[in-house]
């Protein structure tokens, strides 16, 4: 069983900055990609962005020039940096992860979120 943690969410004031942290966990084998989704009340969960094993990334629209995703492989963790946050950025931030685990079985996994909320 893999368990994923988001962390590193708060109030932030617009044009402010943050850095989302998701740790996984367990009998992980090998993770082919980590990702963030965020989810607004009353909207669906949308994707935010992807870090591909071997280094490759991508942004949805709305986060690109602002958001990077990054990750750091010895800790199976992956961080979202978002600059310049406007207030319809404000959301639970989720965090996904996909691999195999222990016996060389495929997971998928998701956080619990940790909310993001831009106002002044």
């Known amino acids: 069983q893999v368990q994923v943690v988001e962390s590193g969410g708060g109030l932030v004031q617009p044009g402010g900055s943050l850095r989302l942290a998701c740790a996984a966990s367990?009998?992980?084998?090998?993770?082919?990609?980590m990702g963030w989704y965020r989810q607004a009340p009353g909207n669906q969960r949308e994707w935010v962005a992807t870090?591909?094993?071997?280094?490759?990334?991508n942004y949805a629209e709305p986060g690109k020039g602002r958001f990077t995703i990054s990750r750091d492989t010895a800790k199976n963790t992956a961080y979202l940096q978002m600059n310049s946050l406007k207030p319809e950025d404000t959301a639970v931030y989720y965090c996904?992860?996909?691999?195999?685990?222990?016996?060389?079985?495929?997971?998928?996994?998701w956080g619990q979120g940790t909310q993001v909320m831009v106002s002044s």
């Open positions: 870090f591909i094993s071997g280094g490759s990334t």
């Open positions: 367990g009998s992980i084998l090998s993770i082919n990609s």
């Open positions: 996904t992860t996909e691999g195999r685990a222990r016996g060389w079985r495929s997971f998928s996994s």
